[in-house]
């Protein structure tokens, strides 16, 4: 009969330690990474910098694999050349591409390739343009200010500052995603570890009881 108690008391300790262990060990699910902004630097001072939203990349390592252009809330650009400072890109402009990034597990972000291309109107008329975005160079034929409206077509071409098959600078701006508040699925398994062993030792008290009421 003691022995049986001392038992139970044995499991019914293990299983509260479990239950505290689960609670302890509450690590949230792994963070991913969002993304605030990209900007690609090219020579003469021209540039392009993209601004996202939370959307949130991740688990860690992330990729390579491409961005979500969706994600992406506004364009600046910066054009040396006369002219085409007065014409002004936005998103509504967007006509296709991609960027392709790799994160890694320290949530250091690569970007890994991209296109983009913008374009407004059709060359007629003015600020009209045309803008293509590659690693190796910035292309832009656009329609700088006339008094008479017509197009007095230009074009413009940016080489990446540094070269390579990805050339440009690039300078990246991310965070680290808020971690989940979803419990991690070992956390899980020891809280149901230990309340499945309360059960089962509550199980074996009832037929103990009933000797004893017996006897």
Request: net charge negative.
């Given at each position: ?18 239950l505290?262990?689960?609670?302890w ?25 993209l ?5 949130e ?14 994600g ?13 400072g ?8 967007f ?37 293509d ?14 008094p ?9 071409v ?37 309340l499945?062993g ?18």
């Open positions: 009969m003691n022995r049986i108690n001392v038992n139970q008391k044995r499991l019914k300790a293990l299983c509260l330690g479990f505290m262990l689960g609670s060990y509450t690590g949230s699910a792994s963070a991913g990474i969002i993304i605030d902004s990209i900007t690609a630097n090219f020579s003469s001072g021209a540039f392009f910098k601004e996202f939203d939370d959307t990349y991740g688990p860690l390592p992330y990729g390579p694999d491409n961005i979500y252009l969706s992406v809330t506004g364009i600046t650009t910066g054009f040396t050349t006369p002219g085409a007065d014409i002004n890109v936005t998103m509504s402009d006509q296709s591409g991609y960027i392709g990034a790799y994160i890694n597990e320290l949530g250091v972000v690569s970007i890994t390739s991209f296109f983009l291309t913008f374009a407004r109107g059709d060359l007629s008329s003015v600020y009209d343009y045309f803008l975005i590659t690693p190796q160079d910035m292309y832009l034929d656009y329609c700088p200010y006339s008479t409206g017509a197009c007095n077509k230009q074009n413009a940016w080489t990446s500052l540094t070269g390579g098959p990805v050339g440009s600078a690039y300078s990246i701006v991310s965070r680290e995603a808020p971690p989940s508040d979803v419990p991690e699925p070992i956390t899980l398994s020891i809280l149901l570890l230990g499945l309360i059960f089962a030792s509550r199980k074996i008290r009832k037929p103990e009881a009933a000797k004893a009421i017996s006897a």
